[in-house]
């Protein structure tokens, strides 16, 4: 499979009134779906984008009044757009040729329009002449000029245009094995999503569209989930085994039984509350809070009774699930719900095929010519007596409770079971896994978050366009979700008895996160140097050229190439970490 190729800008940048966008509309191919022609915006300060071909996009900005400087720093490609003297063309713009002169020292492509109008009183030879002069004079001698009509809606087949057809698409096309595209992982992002985000825009500007994306990532395992740890004794140590706590630990339940239901919300996640639950001793439990719970844990020394079950199912609805722990660690661990269904499947197989062997079998009977057809009669059928199975008992290990958890998000609605893989500290690599996998479906959000961040002020160069603090505070908050933060590790290795430090020589991933960094993650990934400058930065998102395309830009390619990198090392380090075994003794 040939690899995904990169998405390349060329911006036109002119005075008002210089035809770039008849020259952008020109250059854009007839086969490729593209935005109706736009009028210029001089006030705006904002360019505009449209897709000229596979991969590559072209933008326009009237410089003056707008500066330039912060977008052709962002630009593959830049080409001037020069009007003649009658259209104040006698000396070029000091912070156009300031921003020109800055590209070829990055090694940015670079070059120059010449557009001739209807009242032009230079012909094509003098304008060249005039123009290769004014750029000499500007320090701009080495770049390629081309002289059009303003008006290039009737120039097809025109040489000059087919010249800067051709000049364009070869930059492009050596710049596209070097950039990454700008749909990279906006494959998670639905047409309706990226419509969202776009009317959020359009209706109350950069902050409507910046708190529509952080209301998506809040709404991220957002469902409300009530779980019920019940017994009379050792509910604090399964409480504080699931949260990945220690006693004494801010957040850890008491080691005594609880007099009546409190709350213990997830540290990472308060909507998923655990209650602790006294049993009472006449065979009633203590009045709860909610009157019922989503799921329920009992919690006993031994095998769990009758009468231990009884109690706590009056908390649950009658389909809720219930499962026991044994806190003295006897026990084999139950089958997941996987594995049970699978095993049921196979049951029902045989018992489909005991069936049909015993009605052929009985279809002939005797001897020589003569053949009868036996009737089963209802006592000769097989039946099964189905009974409801008991719930599940999990023994307490060292190790953490990793199946009980995977079973009860297989038990939960979907809704449910997501909130509680994001609420809990993984138990087995496994677990990993599977809560990587889910962080890394939305990692799509914190990206556009950041680089939309950074578009409220673009500076070059600053964080690759990119707020740096919020893919911080992002990566860092997947570390501790992925539980390898120093305590984590620690409580860890004092469960299993492994010496100090073990389980934090095997996590590779740096932690605490720096702003350095996440700078040098940036850097590295978006190539820095290699390409002559980046695609039109996280602003792009602005521009209305349609699609997941023109909702990348390096600003969001770099911060989702980012987070999923270092998303991938985490996960390595959790499934390292949670792979080690307690020593025998």
Not at 183 to 193: K, R
Not at 347 to 365: F, M, P, R, T
Not at 558 to 583: F, I, K
Request: include cysteine; glycine fraction near 10%.
């Amino acid at each position: 499979m040939p690899l995904p190729r990169g998405d390349v800008t060329a911006l036109f940048l002119g005075p008002p009134g210089s035809g770039k966008s008849a020259l952008v509309a020109a250059l854009c191919d007839k086969d490729v779906e593209t935005l109706e022609p736009l009028e210029e915006r001089p006030d705006s300060g904002v360019p505009s984008l449209r897709a000229a071909g596979p991969g590559l996009f072209l933008g326009e900005l009237s410089c003056p009044p707008a500066a330039p400087g912060p977008w052709a720093a962002e630009a593959n490609v830049l080409v001037l757009v020069l009007p003649g003297p009658e259209g104040n063309g006698e000396s070029l713009a000091p912070a156009l040729g300031e921003a020109a002169r800055a590209a070829l020292a990055r090694g940015t492509p670079l070059l120059a329009v010449r557009t001739l109008g209807p009242r032009d009183s230079q012909n094509e030879a003098q304008a060249r002449d005039q123009t290769a002069t004014l750029l000499d004079s500007a320090g701009l001698r080495a770049v390629a000029l081309f002289v059009l009509p303003a008006d290039c809606s009737g120039s097809e087949g025109h040489e000059e245009l087919e010249r800067l057809r051709a000049a364009l698409q070869s930059q492009a096309e050596a710049l596209q094995r070097l950039l990454p595209p700008a749909q990279d992982g906006f494959e998670v992002l639905g047409a309706a999503e990226l419509e969202a985000v776009r009317e959020a825009f359009e209706t109350g500007g950069l902050e409507a569209a910046l708190s529509w994306v952080r209301a998506g990532l809040e709404r991220l395992g957002s469902a409300r989930l009530d779980l019920a740890v019940a017994g009379t004794a050792d509910v604090g140590l399964v409480l504080d085994s699931l949260l990945g706590l220690d006693p004494g630990d801010s957040g850890a339940a008491p080691a005594s039984a609880p007099a009546e239901p409190t709350p213990y919300p997830a540290p990472e996640r308060p909507n998923v509350v655990f209650w602790t639950v006294p049993l009472g001793h006449a065979g009633t439990a203590a009045a709860p809070h909610p009157t019922h719970y989503d799921a329920v844990i009992l919690v006993t020394s031994g095998a769990p009774t009758e009468k231990d079950w009884a109690q706590v199912r009056a908390l649950v609805p009658p389909d809720a699930p219930v499962i026991c722990v044994r806190t003295d660690g006897e026990g084999e661990e139950p089958k997941s719900l996987e594995e049970e269904e699978m095993v049921e499947k196979l049951s029902g197989e045989s018992l489909e095929n005991a069936d049909s062997e015993q009605v052929a079998g009985a279809k002939k009977s005797g001897s020589g010519d003569s053949e009868r057809v036996v009737a089963l009669s209802p006592e000769d059928e097989t039946w099964e007596v189905l009974e409801e199975p008991p719930p599940p008992v999990f023994p307490l290990r060292p190790g953490g409770l990793p199946g009980l958890c995977e079973w009860l998000r297989r038990a939960l609605p979907p809704g449910q079971a997501g909130a509680l893989l994001l609420a809990l500290p993984p138990m087995s690599p496994s677990a990993a896994i599977t809560k990587a996998a889910a962080l890394r479906a939305g990692a799509w959000r914190p990206a556009l978050l950041a680089s939309l961040a950074a578009a409220a002020a673009p500076i070059p160069g600053l964080g690759w366009a990119c707020d740096v603090a919020l893919l911080r505070g992002q990566l860092s908050e997947w570390r501790r979700a992925l539980g390898l933060e120093p305590a984590a590790l620690a409580r860890r290795e004092r469960a299993l008895g492994l010496a100090p430090g073990e389980l934090g020589a095997r996590a590779h991933f740096p932690g605490p996160v720096t702003r350095a960094e996440v700078e040098a993650r940036l850097g590295a990934w978006a190539g820095e140097g290699t390409a002559g400058g980046a695609a039109l930065g996280a602003l792009s998102f602005l521009w209305p050229a349609g699609g997941a395309a023109a909702t990348g830009g390096l600003g969001y390619r770099a911060a989702h190439g980012v987070l999923l990198q270092a998303l991938d090392e985490m996960q390595a380090d959790a499934q390292a970490v949670l792979a080690l075994p307690a020593p025998t003794q």
